[in-house]
């Protein structure tokens, strides 16, 4: 990419988002994610903002349709059964969760990094005169997922997952002590649909697919009843991803609620727990912030690009800093998902070394609020050259840049429109 010709690029980005609208909501990608998922969709907003903006309300306000009547707004929204992905709505079993109410769309029983509302928030600025109405009829709804995620993932103080799909990193190694510590006895026979798809070197493993079922029976099995489930499962590790976007979420709705004349107060309360919740994931080995395994207390030993959104979330930690900067020097590719240095590094393999434009707009976004300047400049300018030279693939190699996991993706030509292309306004 020497001379950047944006026009094309631009418009194929929008081609990608309205091929993957099957009206009112966006699939990542055709075949591999059939489906409606949580925080794809909430980035396929942002794109559909800069060209289309009452669409891109329309993507929220049909994720916001499924809420749970306890708060949960689902992973996957299963609306028209495709027999192309596994595992489908009837491995789920979520008609009879508890918590789930009177609501009919069938969807998953876990969640998923609450990013809703900071790109509701983003959504809303791009163009405030279309927006105030739908982010008013929104705002309860969001408030209420934040309040269930409080409520049903916070007790340590940083958010925790229960499924490694609920992180979105399904394979990252922060996990990799909690799911060694499975025994996937009893699993179902299935088979996998996405290695039909995608080359399984880019996938994960058949060990890891197997407690991923294991932990969806086991889901199954106690109705989706939070309570039940935090207090018997194996599985439950404090996020990055999930604690820093629930933070810069809530951040963003206390922005909301003064917009709106609300009151703030419990925003406020959300916003002072994450902040202390952050701190336990400080890893002072790694010095990065980490899963950890709430079963244990153990760090797996992890730097991710999830410890990178610190920043996205208002945390500004000098150590961070320059952890930071030893993985920027040691990949020709920013943000690696995992440190080129550490053992567990896997080029191709999803969340184990991939570069993701998602992590990398909201890391530099971040970097960039902090004046990382250069920091998030380098990310910036590695996501539009990735992009440029090798497509809108779901995730790229930090090493060479191979393009990996499903092609025409939703979520990098979002982040191409918003913020990675020359053409995108500023951030
Ligand atoms: C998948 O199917 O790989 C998804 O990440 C699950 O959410």
Redesign the pocket.
Known sequence: MTDLNTGPLDEEARRILRLNDKGGYTVPTAG??PYQ?NWDSAFAAIGFATFDVDRAWTELETLFAAQWDNGMVP??LFHVVDEG??PGPDVWGTQNAVGRGAQTVPS?GIS?PPVAASLAWRVYRSDPDAGEARLRALYPKMLAFHRWMMEARAESGAVCITHP?EA?R?NAPDWDEAMAGIDPVGVQPYTRR?TGHVDAKM??TQADYDR?IWLVQFGRDRDWDDAKIAEESPFRVADPTMTFTCLRSSRDLGDVADLLGEDRTQVDDWIATLEAGAETLWNPETQSYEGRNLRTGNFTGSVSNAGFLCWWAGIDKEAARATLDGVLDRARYALPSYDPAGPQFDHLRYWRGPVWAIMNYMAANGMAEAGLAAQADRIRRDTAKLIADRGFAEYFSPVDGTPAGGGTFTWTAAVWLDWASPSARES
Request: hydrophobic residues 30%; proline residues 6%.
């Open positions: 591999l994610y998922w992973h996957i992905y596994f998953s998923q799909w979105g399904d996405d996938r994960p991923y």
